[in-house]
DNA sequence: GTTTTCATTTTGTCCTGGACAAATTAAGTA
DNA sequence: TACTTAATTTGTCCAGGACAAAATGAAAAC
């Protein structure tokens, strides 16, 4: 077992998994596989992996968040690593919206409260439809690439999506009307822990006039449809984040479409689902934003009060 | 490598270990130990887990949370771990609130709306404080209790879970004063879904005119740490749900403490940190929501304005 | 009688090295 | 160009062994 005061030499296994993310598996395998890393070892034999070797492994995951193949980059130099992050910089780059420097400021500095208002305002000027659009994708867009630069900090994000969380669920309580249709059952499949999407979709059918049922993230399938032939529920909306693995999205939908009635409508929304309309039968992908609204309206055609 | 459609058949190992909290080679060693649990096997020989195994697992979780010994009851049959939890809840009787039963409808036939206005209406009758100690503590510990008896679907908790997590953080929003101090940075380790004790957390400490800020869930450690430095922060306050390794809690939270300047206060709370507090030098436990205020209180003596 | 010390289980985590299927890329064919 | 097929890459799982931290119980000292 791994010592407590392992701070002077380096971390243990599983305290490199907690840091970085990577499985134990997977650390081990790479090691056998790539020569990287390569830990040191206590009295016991037990893996101890220096700071600056967990540092590059950080470098290594955001490399491969953005598609990148571990052979290609877990045997480069810490130098040829940057030199990666620096080419896909300039391959994507962000339309941030006007204000990003001062916002990004905000968020490096931790100013929570100051973000939250400016994202408020942000949303009173413009209204929710707009904001969601205009505001909301490029700059959660930008800030995901801030973070693929290195140039904002994992806290930084997981401000920004709570402020947005907060604004987001307050706009939603004080929409006002209730007990419209379609009603909507929002949700995602496990290992999907990305909510913003949901949240934004909520935000979205909401105010049309839909009566929506949000279960948060990571409904198992069976309960998913068991939720949605118990509650009266005419449309079944998923959200999968660009992280998720396409053909297990695929898979698990065309199953739900299966043991789902026929009567009730399923939805796929989210990036990982742009181009996959044509493995999905009988499930209506949605694109963006407005095309959400677009399908409600094709629901509402369909189904005259 | 996992597939989604694991639902009639059973669960893999990874995602037992997801849904119990219990590690996959605990799993493992279990089997090989006692016997139990005995999952099947796939085609290609991997470990399947019937529905009914995971959720005796489950029981048996809550039973070690309790102090009794894998050996003890790893081995016994549902009935008899049903009679020990039986036991265990006598001991320790948790008071449902008077109207769990109208409550555990509304979760049962999805009407989040109203199970929302409910709640909202015991805010404004009770107040902040009461509210979470009187009504959202022994709620949410009746939900749980709902859950592993099988009275409540996923589904139901999903959207218990939901609607707290909306008038919460429409409390917070509310209470008005900014800018005090403490300034208290929340979040949790990685590995940690749970949000709801993160923002109970912010729901005490906010009204009290703390600054609080926080992070959501799965910071890593070192982003902890660069944010509590960087942000001017006085308190890093970590949650942990009973679902979580305490054995990971303490190793994370010791490494932490070690790498925090001296001058920033860490504190620890959640289920599982009960009994902690010993091998936690220089760490606060904070035992229940009381416990937060008096801690409060304690960091104000020692820090006068 | 209470606390302290020491030996003995119990228990969780880590190890090695092998295996394989899903995902991805490359090559071949219509 | 579009589709199928073969080759490679990659993450996760497996078995069974090992060992230290924790828990328990027994003995000794206060």
Redesign the pocket.
């Known amino acids: 077992?791994?010592?407590l005061n392992d701070q002077p030499e380096g971390l243990?296994?599983?305290a490199v998994e907690r840091d970085t993310g990577l499985?134990?598996?997977?650390l081990?395998?790479?090691e056998?596989?790539y020569g990287f890393p390569r830990p040191l070892r206590d009295a016991?034999?037990?893996?101890v992996y220096p700071a600056e070797q967990v540092d590059k492994l950080r470098l290594i995951r955001r490399l491969?968040d953005q598609g990148l193949?571990?052979?290609?980059i877990v045997a480069a130099t810490t130098e040829e690593l940057a030199q990666m992050l620096e080419a896909a910089r300039e391959a994507a780059p962000a339309a941030a919206p006007a204000d990003w420097g001062t916002l990004l400021g905000l968020m490096h500095r931790q100013e929570g409260a100051a973000l939250q208002r400016a994202l408020q305002q942000n949303l009173l000027k413009n209204g929710l439809q707009r904001f969601l659009t205009d505001t909301l994708v490029p700059l959660t867009d930008a800030v995901g690439q801030a973070w693929l630069k290195g140039e904002l900090s994992v806290a930084g994000e997981h401000l920004y999506t709570e402020q947005v969380h907060n604004v987001l669920r307050g706009a939603i309580a004080n929409h006002g009307a209730h007990g419209g249709s379609p009603s909507i059952l929002l949700t995602t499949f496990p290992n999907e822990l990305h909510s913003l999407g949901l949240l934004m979709a909520e935000a979205l059918f909401a105010p049309e006039g839909a009566q929506c049922t949000s279960l948060g993230t990571q409904t198992p399938l069976a309960d998913i449809e068991r939720a949605a032939t118990q509650g009266g529920i005419d449309v079944v909306a998923l959200s999968f984040s660009s992280a998720y693995?396409?053909?297990?999205a695929v898979d698990g939908l065309n199953t739900l479409r299966a043991r789902l009635p026929a009567h009730i409508a399923l939805w796929a929304g989210g990036h990982a689902m742009r181009e996959q309309q044509r493995k999905l039968p009988g499930i209506r992908v949605i694109a963006d934003l407005q095309d959400g609204i677009a399908a409600l309206a094709e629901w509402r055609a369909g189904h005259p009060a």
Chains 1, 2 share one sequence.
Request: net charge positive; hydrophobic share 25%; glycine share 8%.
């Open positions: 077992m791994r010592s243990g296994i599983a499985p134990k598996d997977t081990r395998v790479w056998r596989r016991n034999g037990e893996r491969l193949r571990p052979s290609r693995p396409a053909r297990q």
